[in-house]
């Protein structure tokens, strides 16, 4: 069994029972153990009683709630998995950052897109929203509705140097799951915004964009190929915002596997189709730290 574990954070919500179930699937494609952690949600400067009382005070009961979900997480990866290598873990500390922490050294972190303490305004968990762009590991957000197997794994390919890992990790899940890769990149410049111009860019200028794309985009899939003979691959060069077009994409995909390289995006950089992806898109999503 391989050395890296799955960890799957779990809070007790159906969506990060959806997360543990998608982890103990993962663990078995990879021969891998799963590792199950949960933190108490905790107030600031709030701590456990002490002493001998007969009452329970609100910290107990947060840390039975964790214990429980725990439980809970352990019994429903078994069903999922059985015979897997299952542990379970107690974290201490503030749920996001001792669940980001817990995917050190990990082959990967599963988190659910939501927790049971989630506003509904917020779109995307704050444990999942910190993991997806702080953890050393890859990342994968379980969106809380159902999904399709569709054999196949997208990668949004922005910046061709800086998507070196991201396309790793997708060739070697599409070559666990037997499905193909498809590569995409979309640009999008003002200077051929649809909205302003009230229909899509045409003309040599945009001819000549997109046809570099494709050659520099075909270019780099060839070493992919090579490594990965078994993996059907395509690509495909999409005018308009990256986030709009990797949210359809997500639609159609396994996963959606995006690089990440710093948690300090400008507004309109790489952070901002990230946040748009995880929090729009229709199946899991992937966030690697480039290498």
């Known amino acids: 069994m391989a050395g890296k574990p799955i960890v799957v954070g779990t809070d007790g919500s159906r969506e990060s029972r959806r997360a543990v179930e998608w982890a103990a699937r993962e663990a078995v494609l990879r021969d891998a153990p799963l590792r199950i952690v949960s933190a108490a949600s905790l107030l600031p400067r709030m701590a456990g009683s002490h002493g001998t009382s007969e009452y329970e005070t609100v910290s107990d009961v947060l840390r039975d709630e964790r214990d429980a979900a725990l439980a809970s997480a352990a019994s429903v990866a078994g069903a999922t998995a059985p015979g897997l290598l299952i542990d379970s873990d107690q974290l201490a500390g503030a749920p996001a950052l001792a669940v980001t922490e817990a995917g050190n050294g990990a082959a990967m972190l599963v988190v659910g897109s939501r927790g049971v303490g989630a506003f509904t305004a917020m779109l995307l968990g704050s444990v999942s929203r910190y993991a997806a762009l702080h953890a050393s590991c890859p990342v994968v957000v379980i969106p809380d509705e159902t999904w399709a197997a569709h054999k196949l794994i997208g990668v949004g390919v922005a910046d061709p140097e800086g998507s070196?890992?991201?396309?790793?990790?997708?060739?070697?899940?599409?070559?666990?799951?037997?499905?193909?890769?498809?590569?995409?990149?979309?640009?999008?410049?003002?200077?051929?915004?649809?909205?302003?111009?009230?229909?899509?860019?045409?003309?040599?200028?945009?001819?000549?964009?997109?046809?570099?794309?494709?050659?520099?985009?075909?270019?780099?899939?060839?070493?992919?190929?090579?490594?990965?003979?078994?993996?059907?691959?395509?690509?495909?060069?999409?005018?308009?915002?990256?986030?709009?077009?990797?949210?359809?994409?997500?639609?159609?995909?396994?996963?959606?596997?995006?690089?990440?390289?710093?948690?300090?995006?400008?507004?309109?950089?790489?952070?901002?189709?990230t946040h748009a992806v995880l929090n729009h898109a229709h199946g899991p999503v992937v966030t690697v730290p480039s290498s």
Request: hydrophobic content about 45%; cysteine-free; proline content about 5%.
């Open 164 to 273: 070196s890992a991201a396309l790793e990790f997708a060739f070697e899940e599409a070559a666990r799951r037997q499905a193909g890769v498809l590569a995409v990149h979309s640009w999008h410049t003002p200077e051929f915004d649809v909205s302003r111009a009230g229909h899509a860019p045409a003309g040599p200028a945009a001819d000549v964009l997109a046809a570099a794309a494709a050659q520099n985009l075909e270019a780099l899939l060839g070493t992919w190929r090579e490594k990965y003979p078994d993996v059907q691959v395509s690509h495909d060069v999409v005018h308009g915002h990256p986030g709009r077009t990797l949210v359809g994409l997500s639609a159609r995909a396994d996963m959606v596997v995006i690089g990440r390289r710093s948690t300090h995006a400008t507004q309109h950089g790489p952070g901002t189709v």
